[in-house]
């Protein structure tokens, strides 16, 4: 069995545009990177904010951060963001479910704090402007990371796959 990772895994238009109203900046659009998202994640455990773990596979196995104690009901755990660290946070779900990688799932503050914890960030960038109302500040994200490998989606030209280490 290979060793569990936490990851980050993350979809961002060309300014690193990951939101809107809610949803996605491209919704209904990519299906290639829904697949991908949605492979990478299944029998992992997912690691966000309420908006960001609240999405078409919110029946998945996930853990909330959130400065309130309060738990969706399919959720594995809370963790106060405000009281522990990002590197508190992660470690301890890896030793509480050892058998399982764990992905960062967002929302911008979330990924923006815990970026540097994972051992691994997986980037769909998809090389267009779109309108959105949440960003993030994709340099701090990468920051001291190399790319590791990089492919182009087959179906759209504009999406690439990258994982940086
Ligand atoms: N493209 C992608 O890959 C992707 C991924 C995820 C989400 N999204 C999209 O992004 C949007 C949701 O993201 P969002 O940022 O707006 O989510 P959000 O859940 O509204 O994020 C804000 C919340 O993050 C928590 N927070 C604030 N500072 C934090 C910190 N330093 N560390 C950890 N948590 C902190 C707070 O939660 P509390 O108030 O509970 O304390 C705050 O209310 C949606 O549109 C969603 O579809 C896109």
Known sequence: ?????INLIIACGQNGEIGLGGGLPWEGEYAEDREWYTSQT??????????????????????????????????????NWHELTPDHILNDIKASFPQYSI???GGVEWYEASAHVADRILLTRIAKDFDHDRKVDL????ANRKLESSK???THGEVTFETWV
């Open 152 to 154: 182009v989606a087959s």
């Open 1 to 5: 069995m290979n060793k569990p990772l």
């Open 139 to 142: 340099d701090l994200i990468l």
């Open 42 to 79: 299944l029998d992992n455990i997912r690691v966000g904010t309420r908006g960001a773990i609240m999405n078409f596979t919110a029946d998945r196995p996930s853990v909330l951060v959130s400065s309130s104690n309060e738990m969706p009901d399919h959720c594995l755990g809370v963790y």
């Open 103 to 105: 992905y960062i799932v």
